[in-house]
Nanobody, 122 residues
């Protein structure tokens, strides 16, 4: 098992930037960021495999958000630039210990953090 803890959320004005962090208690295979806005379904934002290759990026954030990880420290990051009001959501990191293909489908991830709120004001 692995435990995940997000940090770095907050309030920012439209056009601003935030960097989310996720600390994992152990080694992982697939890691990903998801988000859920009020009244909406959870959606995949970006995913990365154990080799550090980005395997999934949602079209809504492509060119603005970047997923990265520090395997030595078991840390996952999401750099968010040019934030928009529609990016407002609770952001979650997720991990899987077995898969090699890391998608944006939430049912493929077995471990989840508690979430960190991102609010973008226009």
């Amino acid at each position: 098992q692995v435990q995940l803890q997000e940090s770095g959320g907050g309030s920012v004005q439209s056009g601003g930037s935030l960097k989310l962090s996720c600390a994992a208690s152990g080694d992982t295979r697939c890691v990903a960021w998801f988000r859920q806005a009020p009244g909406k379904e959870r959606e995949g934002v970006a995913g990365m495999n154990a080799g550090g290759v980005t395997t999934y990026v949602a079209s809504s954030v492509k060119g603005r958000f970047t997923i990265s990880q520090d395997k030595a420290r078991n840390m996952l990051y999401l750099q968010m630039n040019s934030l928009k009001s529609e990016d407002t959501a609770m952001y979650y990191c997720a991990a899987d210990l077995w898969r090699t293909h890391c998608s944006g489908a939430d049912y493929e991830y077995h471990y989840w953090g508690q979430g960190t709120q991102v609010t973008v004001s226009s």
